[in-house]
Antibody, heavy 131, light 111 residues
């Protein structure tokens, strides 16, 4: 059974950095894209970043709200995804979830319509940005 | 740009049915979506995806009282025979050109 475990959360001052890790179990990590999603207190889910599998370029994408401050990466040899968060702001406070991103294609080479959907979630890591 | 719109709340009596709706913005009305459930104080859980042709596929271990469908720009999650543990927030999610998007969420209350 696939499982994701986040770590690295905590209390950090504004302007500082933090790196979250997402350890994965029970599936072939290299075959999947991975995503980070956060939830501010009392709010909904917000997509932050995702990184494709190397078979589909390995390229990363980031939401406009974190572009230039957050960087997603992956280590296929250890099955870990990371989220490096720099220049943290108080509004970055929340629970950060790691998710496995499965790819569905309508043709064999995935050249036509395709989409990613998050089909396995971790339990989350809490990040509090405060002075 | 792709925007997913959900009503903030829905309710149903125990054992009745409830339908949650996700509306895709203009230009994206044929897109596939996924539904996720978030019970109080828990992380999200994947429920199902609804493909662009309207067929749906549920995740592992999801009870068969959960079903999906589509009509035009709308995507539906229906819970038949609602149980107390179905009281939760439900989010739709989709993808376009390197960007993933969530709807604002619908809080389902079981009466």
């Amino acid at each position: 059974e696939a499982e994701l475990v986040e770590s690295g959360g905590g209390l950090v001052q504004p302007g500082r950095s933090l790196r979250l890790s997402c350890r994965t179990y029970g599936f072939r990590f290299a075959d999947y894209a991975m995503a980070w999603v956060r939830q501010a207190p009392g709010k909904g889910l917000e997509w932050l970043s995702f990184i494709r599998s190397k078979a589909h370029s390995g390229a990363a994408e980031h939401a406009a709200s974190v572009k230039g401050r957050f960087t997603i990466s992956r280590d296929d040899s250890t099955g870990i995804a990371y989220l490096q968060m720099n220049s943290l702001k108080t509004e970055d406070t929340g629970v950060y979830y790691c998710a496995r991103d499965s790819l569905e294609c309508t043709d064999a080479r995935c050249r036509g319509y395709h989409y990613y959907y998050m089909d396995v979630w971790g339990k989350g890591a809490t990040v509090t940005v405060s002075s | 740009q792709l925007v997913l719109t959900q009503s903030p709340s829905a309710s149903a009596s125990l054992g009745a049915s409830v339908t949650v709706t996700c509306t895709l913005s203009s230009g994206y009305t044929s897109y596939a979506i996924a539904w996720h459930q978030q019970q109080p104080e828990k992380g999200p859980r994947y429920l199902m995806r609804i493909n662009s042709d309207g067929t749906y596929s549920t995740g592992d271990g999801i009870p068969d009282r959960f079903s999906g469908s589509r009509s035009g720009a709308e995507r539906y999650l229906t819970i038949s025979g609602v149980q107390s543990e179905d009281e939760a927030d439900y989010y739709c999610q989709s993808y376009d050109s390197g960007t993933q998007v969530f709807g604002g969420g619908t809080k389902v209350t079981v009466l």
